[in-house]
């Protein structure tokens, strides 16, 4: 049977479609190489992130200022991926732990292309993050401050500040991390005088102004994440030294069909406009961006079984292997590996559950899908970020594979 590559489907694209009837990423046939190993599968394909990160740079020269990307490694900590991309040049790292920092090193990312946004910070992990002078640190709180002051007097910081304006995927208020709820990250206004004289009595200098407000905003979104970077950036009026605005992840992906896509020029003119003349490095620290669509989680069907009205497709990988789903109510779109049906308008409303002993362990519910019989192969899309990162060891069926595609 031969199909069209895109096939009509609203998440193809030329590295990832049906050729011949069979699911392919970046040229692999994706149940194949999920039959060469036991149980759930990660695949990435290197391709994409870094077309995904070269998009992201091409935006950032447009804005005609200088720029930092910085790729936010809690998405996905993969090795291989993380090697790939200090290989590449293309981009330094964003961290938020001193593990993510060790791992950062050994994959061969320089501590000074490195930067620290981190919260909860301990005295353990100041004691880890300080022993690299050139590591960029985040404080996003003024006790973060006078921790960092007490141990690296005169040092350079860069402090994280809550704009009380933030966006996310679908106006999800879980994904907004700096809006009217109140949140735990970063200095809000009314602290901001004490958190500056408490950075000057320790003669730390501020040298980047950071904020983060939200994460998965979508082009039709870029007018209210417009409003949250023009609150974010009324703070520079106070920091004579700084030096760049990072302006933290938070750039979204299509999950769903009529999810627009981030218009790439659109999102730097809004920059562009917002920075103005201001003479900074604009730095930005996406993960999603990145490796989220360059990624798939490949399970097993395991049974088929209608219960009262409902077929149920149960599959032998669950929420604790790719979180989002379940914790933020985000779509998930499962697709067979290889359909047995062509035409999708024929395909009936399948509930694809997980294995895990939870109610909430459902990846779709009355998902249109093709015939299923044990043992067919169904790929998760949109698993290449906060997935594997995310996973635990719920009801022990935490196990999984993971591959890079490199090619
Ligand atoms: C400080 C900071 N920077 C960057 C990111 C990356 O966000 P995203 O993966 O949505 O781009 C996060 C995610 O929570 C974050 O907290």
Not at 127 to 138: G, K, M, Q, V, W
Not at 194 to 211: C, D, K, M, S, V
Not at 236 to 262: A, F, S, Y
Request: net charge negative; aromatic share 8%.
């Amino acid at each position: 049977m031969s199909w069209p590559k895109s096939g009509g489907f609203w998440w193809a694209r030329d590295d990832l479609g049906f050729v011949d009837g069979r699911l392919n990423l970046a040229g692999h046939d994706v149940a194949r190489l999920a039959e060469a190993v036991d149980g759930p599968l990660f695949l990435y394909s290197q391709a994409r992130l870094l077309t995904n990160m070269a998009r992201v740079r091409d935006g950032l020269a447009q804005t005609g200022r200088p720029f930092r990307l910085y790729y936010a490694m809690k998405a996905n900590r993969f090795e291989p991926l993380l090697r790939a991309l200090a290989c590449s040049g293309l981009c330094g790292v964003d961290i938020c732990s001193p593990n993510e920092l060790d791992r950062a090193l050994a994959c061969g990312f320089a501590a000074a292309d490195i930067s620290f946004t981190g919260t909860g910070v301990s005295n353990r992990d100041l004691e880890r993050l300080l022993a690299h002078p050139d590591l960029n640190i985040n404080c996003d709180g003024i006790g973060m401050i006078r921790r960092v002051g007490e141990r690296a007097p005169g040092r350079d910081i860069g402090v994280r500040v809550n704009p009380a304006l933030g966006v996310g995927y679908g106006d999800n208020a879980r994904l907004i991390y700096a809006g009217q709820h109140v949140t735990k990250f970063g200095i809000y206004r009314e602290q901001w005088s004490e958190a500056l004289a408490t950075a000057q009595a320790n003669g730390l200098t501020i040298r980047t102004l950071h904020f983060h407000v939200g994460c998965g905003y979508l082009d039709g979104q870029l007018a209210d994440w417009e409003a949250a970077v023009a609150a974010g950036l009324a703070f520079l009026d106070d920091l004579p030294d700084v030096t760049t605005v990072n302006l933290g992840g938070g750039l979204g992906l299509p999950h769903q069909p009529g999810d627009l896509p981030l218009d790439m020029a659109r999102w730097a003119a809004t920059l562009k406009r917002r920075l103005g003349s201001r003479n900074v490095t604009l730095a930005v620290e996406p993960g999603d961006y990145i490796v989220k669509d360059a990624g798939l989680l490949v399970l097993s069907v395991t049974n088929v079984e209608m219960k009262r009205d409902v077929v149920f497709a149960s599959v032998d990988g669950g929420f604790n292997l790719a979180p989002e789903p379940a914790f933020y109510d985000l779509p998930c779109e499962p697709v067979a590996c290889v359909p047995r049906d062509l035409a999708p308008a024929a395909w009936r409303p399948v509930t694809i559950a997980g294995n895990i002993n939870e109610a909430l362990d459902i990846w779709a519910a009355g998902q249109p899908m093709p015939p299923l019989v044990e043992g067919d192969r169904i790929a998760l899309l949109n698993a290449g970020g906060y997935a594997a990162a995310m996973s635990s060891d719920h009801c022990m069926r935490g196990a999984f594979s993971e591959r890079l595609l490199e090619a």
